[in-house]
């Protein structure tokens, strides 16, 4: 089992950034794929990026790859997205889900895992 819980979401301008961060309870962290995914209003849930267990594979959406990076302190059972240069459309709920497996995926139904959420709004 893991429990995840979001934080560091919020209001931003357009071109700023923001520093998620995902706390993690439980004992599978270190051993599994994290992921972030996003929703926005109306919208179905999205991959956004995920990290392997030793963070050396990072795999990214194409709409964020070269602003996001996904990283992970596993001493700190921590998973973080940086969100650099955001734009309008990257306003959402964003969800930390774990795999709870050594595998990376990119579809909601491969996480058992996830956090209740935390808002970003990008203003333009």
């Known amino acids: 089992q893991v429990q995840l819980v979001e934080s560091g979401g919020g209001l931003v301008q357009a071109g700023g950034s923001l520093r998620l961060s995902c706390a993690a309870s439980?004992?599978?962290?270190?051993?599994?794929?994290m992921a972030w995914f996003r929703q926005a209003p109306g919208k179905e849930r999205e991959f956004v990026a995920a990290?392997?267990?030793?963070?050396?594979?990072?795999v990214y959406a194409d709409s964020v790859k070269g602003r996001f990076t996904i990283s992970r302190d596993n001493a700190k059972n921590t998973v973080y997205l940086q969100m650099n240069s955001l734009k309008p459309e990257d306003t959402a709920i964003y969800y930390c889900?774990?795999?709870?497996?050594?595998?990376?995926?990119?579809?909601?139904?491969?996480?058992?895992?996830w956090g209740q959420g935390t808002q970003v709004t990008v203003s333009s």
């Open positions: 439980g004992r599978s962290f270190s051993t599994s794929t």
């Open positions: 990290i392997s267990r030793s963070g050396g594979t990072t």
């Open positions: 889900a774990a795999a709870g497996t050594l595998l990376i995926f990119r579809g909601t139904s491969n996480y058992p895992y």
